[in-house]
């Protein structure tokens, strides 16, 4: 999936969980906005749209969209 699809899918409402650096991190959405939470520690970034996820989210200070889709 690349980063567009990725983005879509979140758009539509999809959750996700996916893994690095050994932490598992979820991508999850409500009625007031995006998350993006690390679970080790409940660690939670919110944002109120897509967009802004990717644009500022952030894992061992690196942003989320860097870590590009293939």
Same mark, same amino acid.
């Given at each position: 999936?690349?980063?567009?699809?990725?983005?879509?899918?979140?758009?539509?409402?999809?959750?996700? &969980?996916?893994?690095? =650096?050994?932490?598992?991190?979820?991508?999850? &959405?409500?009625?007031?906005?995006?998350?993006?939470t690390r679970e080790s520690d409940n660690n939670s970034q919110s944002f109120r749209?897509?967009?802004?996820?990717?644009?500022?989210?952030?894992?061992?200070?690196?942003? =989320?969209?860097?870590?590009?889709?293939?």
């Open positions: 999936m690349n980063i567009e699809e990725f983005k879509e899918r979140i758009e539509m409402g999809e959750e996700f &969980q996916f893994y690095y =650096l050994d932490e598992s991190y979820w991508i999850s &959405q409500n009625e007031k906005g995006l998350y993006l749209t897509t967009d802004e996820l990717f644009e500022r989210a952030e894992i061992a200070k690196k942003k =989320l969209m860097i870590f590009g889709m293939k």
